[in-house]
């Protein structure tokens, strides 16, 4: 069976891959923004998995890597754990304008470490998207560097050893998130209109509905992350997972020895994905929210053609300990059901044959014959 997804579905020509003429392009993925109940809770899991505090008050937690960004990640004080929304880097202040006026809202300044402009959005499921432009870049912190790799051919490193401390890794940036949605269509084209996002991969169910896209920024000729908003099929609306670029595959190795030191839940890993090629390892904090260390992602500038494929279990990974139920299967409670009622009736795109293929997908064994 083959795993490398080299051969795609036709390309409909009804599926818009990009938007000609976006009201702007945003250049980078910025921060994510969480409600939490417990700050301190969370400030721990964040300092185990490789976070730098960046500041911390009663009310809102900011947490960076080793690079210049002022923080990845907003956590503010709420009753209880929910994913807000997200913000990105703009190039100039007339994308703010342009966002502005179109949206009809207004351009603030930025809370938090670094400052900056912002122009806040709303997404069709009600998360917050942050337009940001001017943040002040921090002092880069050092970065654990690998030494030289032996290969069969060369052998580069002569008595010594290739050992690193065993630490939190150093977060080097902030790669991805991924958003599900029930009403898919609808977000995608909000997305790319505002943000100029183009799709890289798309996943489709059975009938040929696409119903998972990984998204990336267009930069033109500078090369972009295979996907920095993933956007998929889901009952009901909510965060998915977001994943944070470490230096090599001992990075993710280590990390994964820390947390499980310091007694944190193991999602999924260590493995490579096939649509992006990153090495991943998948982590849960205490209020069952998924985080990923990755290394050795891949690429693409503007030109690169979006590609089709099946979704499938099978295509999310080339090698690595096999998927866990827990990432397709749905945690049935009474809010979950009512909401996913009232999505039937309220969203036309979201239909009880939309459901019935998610839920075939889902059922299928990514590896059959483990």
């Known amino acids: 069976m ?14 818009v891959d990009r938007i000609a003429s976006p009201i702007t392009k945003a250049w980078d993925i910025a921060y994510l923004r969480f409600g939490k109940p417990d700050l301190e809770e969370q400030a721990a899991f964040f300092k185990d998995f490789g976070f730098v ?10 947490v960076r890597g080793a690079g210049s960004s002022p923080y990845f990640i907003v956590v503010e004080k709420a009753p209880k754990a929910a994913y807000l929304g997200l913000g990105v880097e703009m190039k100039s202040h007339d994308d703010l304008e342009a966002l502005a006026t179109h949206d009809g809202v207004t351009i603030d300044t930025v809370e938090g470490p670094g400052g900056g402009e912002r122009v806040r959005l709303t997404d069709p499921n009600g998360f917050t998207v942050d337009a940001i432009f001017n943040r002040a870049p921090q002092i880069q912190q050092p970065m654990r560097k690998a030494q030289a790799h032996n290969t069969p051919e060369e052998k580069v490193r002569i008595n010594q050893g290739q050992r690193a401390p065993l630490t939190p890794p150093d977060i080097a940036r902030l790669g991805h998130v991924a958003v599900m949605t029930p009403d898919f269509e609808t977000s995608m084209e909000w997305y ?8 890289t991969d798309v996943l489709c169910l059975d009938d040929g509905t ?3 896209a990984f998204n990336r920024f267009d930069r033109g000729e500078h090369p972009a992350d295979h996907h920095s908003i993933v956007l998929g099929t889901y009952p009901v609306k909510g965060y998915e997972h977001s994943a944070f670029e470490v230096y090599d595959l001992d990075a993710v190795g280590l990390g994964q020895q820390v947390l499980k030191q310091k007694g944190h839940k193991h999602e999924w890993g260590i493995g490579r994905h096939i649509l ?24 693409y500038t503007s030109e690169y053609e979006t590609g089709y494929h099946p979704l499938s279990t099978q295509g999310l990974y080339q090698w690595g300990e096999d998927f866990p139920t827990t ?10 059901i009512l909401e996913t009622i009232h999505n039937l009736r309220t969203i ?23």
């Open 210 to 212: 696409p119903a998972l």
């Open 2 to 15: 083959d795993f490398s997804l080299e051969e795609t579905l036709p390309v409909d020509p009804r599926r």
């Open 348 to 370: 036309p795109s979201f239909t009880l044959k939309k459901m019935k293929l998610l839920l075939a997908m889902t059922g299928r064994k990514a590896r059959p014959w483990l």
């Open 53 to 62: 505090i960046a500041e911390q008050t009663p009310d809102r937690l900011y």
């Open 192 to 199: 790319k209109t505002r943000l100029g996002l183009i799709s």
């Open 327 to 336: 990432f397709t299967k749905p945690h049935l409670s009474l809010g979950f």
């Open 276 to 299: 992006g090629s990153q090495v991943f390892d998948y982590w849960s904090d205490q209020d069952g929210f998924k985080f990923e260390h990755y290394a050795d992602g891949d690429v």
